[in-house]
């Protein structure tokens, strides 16, 4: 669980589901601070029409109203007002105040949009070198996690994302899902791809060899060997894990996945990519934080379990 939550809020429709997670994520003594930012940029056009002092008494009141709105018996909540460029001042309070989380509110956007979303949130996931609970607009989000999953890829960039997974599920005693997805078309791809090339005319039907079925039987068979080793190192740990090796696209099976299960709490790592490459990122994380209608977890690989913080800081 995590001690420090920073909870960036513009007060719109999701700030209260963002708060309501946020408490499902924070340990007993945890800190939630409550961070609003006044837009210097959205001011300038407007000359005298508003003074910054203005929009911060208004801010003020509504972050003590959420502050009352999310006080608990066991964790505190502060609030915080910054004026600068949204995402910079998330990322610069993070650091200053060590939080060990930022949990953030996106608005889910459709069709073209929903991919090339541009917003504060997507921004934040892409730089932040702290993990990342990303929170959608949902129907209802429990009050404690009940079934969380993380989607592996069953490889060594899953380490920081698998620590932090396990950390929860020890913690809340959540149902916890291990979750692997084998997308055949892939293989199938790049078997066709000298077909496709070859300079020769297309072939109107393909008959896909016996060896490269037997070749998809033993990747998928190789899979299921790896995700009951991961979940018998949980087990070592004293966790139970269900394991589930799915087929198709990865984000696409791992979102129906966790609309099927109900699933509270999708776990993801990234690989943390700098500049260009992580703004074209295309990973499979990036397309889950999309396609999902649960809460993510972004976990930069080279982010380890939340360290413990003083509970006086």
Known sequence: MYRRILLPTDFG???????????????????????????????????????????????????????????????????????????????TTAKTWDADLIVIGSHGRKGVRKFFLGSVADRITRASPIPVCVVKAAEEHPKQL??????????????????????????????????????????????????????????????????????????RVLREKAIKEFAASYAEHGIEVKTQLLSGDPPEAVCEFATEHDIDLLVAGTHGYGSLDRFLLGSTADKIL????????????????????KPEE
């Open 146 to 219: 009940r079934r969380i999953a993380i989607a592996s890829d069953l490889g060594n960039s899953d380490k920081a994302a698998s620590e932090h997974f396990e950390q929860l599920a020890k913690e809340t005693e959540a149902e916890a899902w291990l979750i692997h997805a084998f997308d055949d078309n892939f293989w199938l791809g790049a078997w066709m791809l000298p077909v496709y090339t070859s300079g020769n005319p297309l072939p109107t039907s393909v008959a896909v060899p016996k060896e490269t079925q037997k070749t998809l039987e033993s990747s």
């Open 13 to 91: 429709p999701l700030t209260s589901e963002a708060l309501t997670v946020a408490r499902s994520l924070a340990a007993d003594d945890a800190k939630i601070r409550l961070l609003n930012i006044i837009d210097e940029q959205a001011l300038l056009p407007f000359p005298g029409l508003s003074l910054p002092s203005d929009f911060e008494s208004r801010a003020a009141e509504s972050l003590a109203a959420l502050a009352r709105e999310g006080e608990g018996a066991t964790w505190s909540i502060q609030t915080e007002i910054r004026m600068g460029r949204i995402h910079s001042e998330i990322l």
């Open 290 to 309: 999309r396609l999902s209608e649960c809460p993510v977890l972004i976990v930069p690989t080279s982010h380890g379990k939340a360290e413990e913080k």
